[in-house]
Every structure is written in C-alpha cells, then in structure tokens.
C-alpha cells in the first residue's frame, strides 16, 4: 500500500511540474509579445494613446478571466463537478449513450456560462474520471470537452473572450439579448454538427451498457452545498446585462471567503492564472503594435468586404484559417476592423470560435485541455487530433454560417 501511495504521489508531482513547466512557457511567450510591444512604443510605432484603447477595452474582460477561473477552480475543489458528474451516470442508469448525452449537455452549459477555458480545464478531468470509474473508454468523452468547449463558445457572451471583444459592436450595444438574437442559430448549428460529428466518429465506443459506480466521498459537505449555491446564483448574474467581470468577482470573493473558513490550506496565489494573463496583456499589445502597423490593411485583402453569403463564409473561413495559423484571439483582433456588419461580426465569431479545432494552439482552451488529457495519462497523438479536426473544423464553421444568409 505505501509503495503504491508513493508511486501515486510522484505521478501527481510529475504531472504538476509538467503543468508549471507549460504555465512557464505560456508566460515567456506573453513577456516575449510585451517587449515587442515596448520596442513598438519606444519606435513610434504604436502610439501610446492606441495601447490606452486596447488596455480599456481589455482590463475587464482580464479581470473576468481571473474571477470565473478562481470561481471554477475552488467549485472543482469542494467537488461540484465531481458529483454532478456522478449524479449524471446514475442518472443515464447505467446506458452509455445516455451517459455521454448528459456529458454532451454539461459541457454546453458550462461553456456557455463559465466560459471554453473552464470546460477545457475543470470538466475534462471529471469526464474522464467518470468513464474510468464506469469501465468506459475516456477518450470519446475528453474529445467532446474539448470540441464543444470551442464550439459551445459562440452561445453566450461570457462563452468566450472574443464574443466580450465583440460587443461593443454588437447592434443593441451589446447586450446578452442582441448577442443571442445575432448568433443564437448560428451557435446551435454548431453544437448540434460538432455532436453529429463526435458520435460518427465515436458512436462504436458509446453504445451498450455499464456498471454504475458508487459516489464519490464529499470531505465537506457544508463546502460543496455552499460552493454549489454560489455557482448556481452566478449563472443567471452572467447574462443579466451586467458587465460579466462585476457578478464573477463578487461569486470569486464569496468562494475565497468561504474556503478561508472551511479549507484555508486550499488557497494559494496559484488560483489566479498567472501566466495566462502575461500571455493575454502580451498578445493584446503585440496585436495593437501590428495594427498601428498596418496589419488592417491585410486583414481587409483576405477578409474581402460584403454580406452576400459568399462574402460571409469567406470571413468565417479566413477567420477559421487564421485562429489555426495563429491563435483565436489575435485572428480575431486582426480581422475585426473587416467585421463592418453585424453579419460580417458574426461570421468573424463563427471562425474563430468554433473553427480551432485543427491544431494544438489554435485556442487556450486547447492547449490546457491537452495538460489535462497528459495528467490523466490519456494518450492522443496530435497527428490523429488534427485529422480529425480537419474534417470537423471546415464542416462546423461551414454550417454555422448558414443561418447568417437568412437575416
């Protein structure tokens, strides 16, 4: 028994080194785009007053980021994933296709409340634990995290940071209502392509039936209904109009409160995602210093101009071409002043939402996902992930346009 607690633990200390190890290399990476931004500013290329527009633009959508990942974090340590991702097996009484339904229903809606990073981060090690924990093959079930926390993205507007990077030129000025009336076809095309897909794909692996295994053990019961009750009041607080990054740091204070009461041990500074807001200020200032360049200019001879159908999925598809090129975010920054219509803004989201599926850095959200699937020693080589995200990505962003020709 030692032997094998030994053993354990030193499988946890290798898989949270290699999680530093990559929360380092994302940090570099973002200190490495803030000093080309600095060589900008002290070259004249990016005048001072445009790093002030991008810095008023982002700061809230930063201070966001952090409060829904401690909210995620400290809800997946009083275990609200865990149970109810148990909660679910039962409730699929044991029928794998019904299992992996719920799953499929979780992810949605985490995604669209809590944002794709937190699918990608907090569920994937709870759907695999579920699968292991019932006999079943995890690698189905940490796909569709994965697909649908990119893909799920484009329902709300706290869904993804690009939708937040949108509003502002949202007709309606950007309220949940205008964004949902805008995209909300469109992202149920997306979901229901990216489902389609997933069981053609996986549908040998989902069929039959399992034993359900026993819950598993709350440590603190008083934490997880507490945890529970926050997460639950924070979902609506979300869409209600107000700015997101207001309800999330009142959910995050309250979880920071409760777990200095209950579990203080728990609490580290390592919560607030350090080398992920170094890499989002670096990206943000390395985008405005490429735009006070002229990268627009590009961006318009690639992105064309209209809002015939044509025109629409050639933005959707330039916008999927650069996200897997380069990474969701900057593509979006850099096509944005193309996105001239509402149209045009959708089928910009369309792209660069649901269109990085290809490869490994074509959204955060994937690369932490990949972090997650190496902890849990499941094996996916990167060749078979972008095949079939060739095949997925194109079809998905394709469809989703759709719906934009009927406006």
């Known amino acids: ?44 290329v990016l005048p001072l007053a445009d790093l002030g527009d991008v810095a008023e633009r982002v700061l809230p959508i930063l201070a966001f980021v952090v409060a829904v990942t401690i909210v995620a974090e400290l809800a997946a340590k009083a275990g609200v994933f865990d149970v109810t991702a148990s909660w679910l097996a039962r409730l699929s009484r044991g029928r794998t296709m019904l299992l992996w ?27 695999i634990a579920v699968a292991r924990a019932n006999g079943l093959p995890p690698l189905p079930f940490a796909l569709t995290t994965v697909w649908l926390a990119n893909t799920a993205s484009l329902l709300l507007p706290v869904s993804n940071l690009t939708n937040l990077l949108a509003l502002a030129r949202m007709p309606g000025g950007g309220d949940p209502a205008s964004f949902v009336l805008l995209l909300g076809p469109s992202a149920a095309v997306a979901v229901l392509v990216t489902v389609a897909l997933l069981w053609a794909f996986h ?23 507490a945890a529970s009750v926050v997460v639950v009041a924070l979902l609506p607080l979300l869409v209600s109009g107000v700015e997101p990054w ?3 740091t009142g959910a995050a204070l309250a979880l920071l409160g409760l777990f200095a009461w209950r579990s203080p041990k728990a609490l580290s500074v390592g919560l607030v995602p350090w080398s992920l807001l170094v ?12 735009e006070a360049w002229g990268s627009g200019q590009l961006a ?23 996200a897997n090129g380069l990474d969701n975010l900057p593509a979006y920054l850099l096509l944005e002043s193309t996105a001239d219509t509402p149209e045009r803004l959708a089928a910009l989201l369309i792209g660069v939402n649901a269109g990085p599926l290809i490869t490994p850095w074509a959204s955060l959200a994937t690369l932490l996902w990949h972090q997650r699937l190496v902890a849990a020693e499941v094996h996916l080589p990167w060749r078979r992930f972008i095949l079939w995200g060739l ?15 009927l406006r």
């Open 1 to 44: 028994g030692g032997m094998t607690g030994r053993s354990a633990s030193c499988e946890s200390t290798g898989h949270r080194t290699g999680a530093m190890m990559d929360a380092v290399k994302l940090a570099l990476a973002g200190v490495a785009l803030l000093l080309g931004a600095v060589a900008a500013l002290a070259t004249g």
């Open 101 to 127: 339904v719920l799953v499929v229903v979780l992810a949605v809606v985490t995604t669209a409340f809590l944002s794709l990073d937190t699918t990608a981060v907090l569920l994937t090690p709870v759907v």
């Open 203 to 225: 549908r040998r692996s989902l069929v039959g039936m399992f034993t359900v295994a026993a819950p598993p053990r709350v440590s603190d019961r008083v934490q997880l209904v």
């Open 246 to 248: 207001i309800p999330a």
């Open 279 to 290: 890499f989002a200020a670096g990206l943000f200032s390395a985008v405005a210093a490429l």
């Open 300 to 322: 318009a001879t690639l992105a064309g101009t209209g809002s015939e159908p044509l025109d629409l999925l050639r933005m959707s598809g330039t916008a999927l071409v650069a």
């Open 391 to 405: 095949v997925a990505a194109p079809a998905i962003v394709a469809a989703a346009t759709l719906p934009l020709f």
